[in-house]
């Protein structure tokens, strides 16, 4: 009997077979039409799930007004019934914390940021009550939650990959300044989430406005009519609705202007180069027409949302400085301005004043360039317990603390990463690591102008989402691409694995300080890595 001898394939080096399961499985996911679809709706509905058991555990505790939740618990209910902040007496805050929340005068407080963001927090309390912590922190909970997941939309536009956006989302649900930003009343999480709903909206809208652009330029050129001005796109629906959540962002705290801004500039220069690559002979010209188009779009809208956040102050008489201007309103050119805008104005300026002119020192102060460098994060909460009191079994005793800190790991990692990304981006032109640089900018440098303001850490939640897109696409080029050598994409693989692993283990490491677990003096002096960390 005679048989055929089968040619032998070579063997696969066991260094590559990672890599070769994962491609298998790539191009069984890109075959299952189905599947494929499933995995769309299961990646970011794991990463948000993922991110509110974080977010929501035990989030009722500690059961006391934290750091800054002192200006916003109680400003916020004053808020929710009087339509603006008042003062509370002497001692507000144990009363507060004991049940006593009707205890607000009708004099008003002087608050240094917009309404919108107490007014959020403070439905939070009317629907729990203004007892309940948990009330005082379920929206910042919801905010910091959502923020999670409008950072796995945002790669999913940037990508088009599930699994470039499972591991954004999942770093950002993970990270221990975005878990603790969202276990405390106050501002800086919904501020974060505004803004990221604003970036979504810009990329939504680029990607339809440039497509349609180009497809107007194409049957321009099927008519054989010349290319000397392109089309302008009044329909923008996305960038109008960027404006809405831009203005909301300004209505929680006015940073939020200094990224509507870069984004808005971000939209005529994306435009602008649109142009010019689909060989518009006026591209600059042109690009300034499109550009007032899109102004028109996005600004009102955010001015008239920002406007909005502060009605309840321009309709009650209670608010401070509500009638500052009354006995002497302006003349002239701007005399047709409403009484209560004159006042909401003054009170603008009056704002402005007070916040530059803030340098008092404080234990947890960082100037801006410190921030890269992690040197001084805030303790938002810490409380001591002694050795056999309340289940605490540790000779030094033990501690609560509520610590606003990064993953160490995925902070300096992304700070790196941005640096990387700005070369790699000059280098290959892609427009993606654009909107990410332009994002870091403009929620990092305006800050380095005001180096002896009194600011903290924590305001670097708004950069952290930025830092984990640059890290990502850091992560993507460790891996390599599908057309690399099988050797060099099994070593990048691995190390990918291997960071992300570590990066997880951190998180896992420092979760008891984020959460305010009552932990040993020994585990908590582990976390001390430097001296400003104390």
């Known amino acids: 009997m005679s048989s055929t001898a089968e040619p032998l394939l070579p063997a696969i080096p066991a260094r590559q077979r990672f890599g070769v399961r994962l491609d298998d499985a790539r191009r069984r996911l890109a075959a299952d039409v189905m599947l494929g679809r499933r995995l ?15 977010r929501f555990w035990n989030l009722a505790h500690p059961h006391a007004i934290v750091f800054d939740e002192t200006y916003y618990v109680k400003d916020a209910w004053s808020q929710w019934n009087l339509g603006y902040a008042a003062t509370w007496p002497d001692g507000a805050d144990a009363r507060f914390t004991d049940g006593e929340t009707d205890i607000f005068l009708d004099a008003p407080s002087f608050v240094v940021h917009p309404p919108l963001g107490k007014f959020l927090i403070g439905a939070g309390m009317a629907l729990f009550g203004p007892t309940s912590s948990f009330g ?64 979504w909206f810009v990329l939504i809208d680029r990607r339809r406005h440039l497509d ?17 001005w392109g089309a302008v796109r009044w329909g923008r629906p996305w960038l ?20 509507l801004a870069a984004l808005g500039l971000y939209v005529v220069v994306s435009d602008a180069l649109a142009r010019r690559r689909l060989g518009i002979h006026f591209w600059p010209a042109d690009a300034v027409r499109q550009g007032a188009a899109a102004f028109v779009i996005l600004v009102p809208v955010a001015v008239l949302v920002y406007l909005a956040s502060w009605t309840t102050w321009l309709t009650t008489d209670g608010g401070y400085e509500r ?50 460098l992690l040197l001084r994060p805030t303790s938002m909460y810490a409380n001591s317990t002694a050795d056999g009191v309340a289940g605490c079994a ?30 790699h981006g000059v280098r290959t032109r892609d427009w993606r690591a654009g909107i990410v640089l332009v994002a870091v900018a403009a929620t990092y440098v305006p800050w380095l102008f005001y180096p002896s303001r009194t600011i903290f850490q924590f305001y670097t939640v708004l950069i952290l989402p930025f830092l984990i897109l ?3 696409f850091a992560l993507r080029e460790i891996a390599g691409s599908p057309q690399a050598d099988p050797d060099r994409r099994a070593v990048g693989r691995r190390t990918v694995l291997v960071i992300l692993g570590v990066i997880v283990a951190v998180s896992a490491f420092w979760y008891p300080l984020w959460s305010a677990m009552r932990i040993p003096y020994e585990f908590y002096w582990v976390h001390n890595w430097l001296p400003g960390w104390v």
């Open 470 to 472: 640059a890290l990502a």
């Open 323 to 372: 009638h500052a201007v009354d006995a002497n309103p302006a003349r002239g050119f701007w005399s047709w301005v409403p009484l209560p805008l004159q006042n909401l104005w003054h009170y603008h300026q009056t704002i402005y004043t007070a916040t530059a002119e803030i340098t008092s020192s404080h234990p947890y102060a960082s100037p801006a360039w410190q921030w890269p």
């Open 40 to 54: 769309a709706w299961l990646a970011p509905l794991a990463v948000t799930l993922l991110a509110g058991i974080l």
């Open 394 to 423: 540790s000779a030094r005793g033990c501690i609560e603390i509520l610590y606003s800190m990064p993953n160490p790991l995925l902070w300096w990692l992304g700070v790196l990463a941005v640096l990387w990304l700005a070369v």
């Open 136 to 199: 005082w922190r379920f929206a910042v909970a919801v905010a910091g939650t959502l923020a999670v997941l409008v950072l796995y939309l945002i790669a999913w536009q940037l990508t088009r990959s599930v699994l470039f956006s499972s591991v954004a989302g999942g770093l950002m649900a993970i990270d221990g300044l975005a878990i603790v930003m969202s276990r405390v009343a106050i501002l800086d999480i919904l501020l974060t989430f505004f803004v990221l709903l604003s970036v």
């Open 240 to 259: 109008f609705a960027a404006g809405i959540a831009g203005g909301a962002a300004c209505g929680v705290k006015w940073s939020g202007a200094w990224v």
């Open 212 to 228: 349609r652009l180009a497809e107007a330029m194409r049957r321009r050129d099927a008519a054989g009519r010349a290319a000397w």
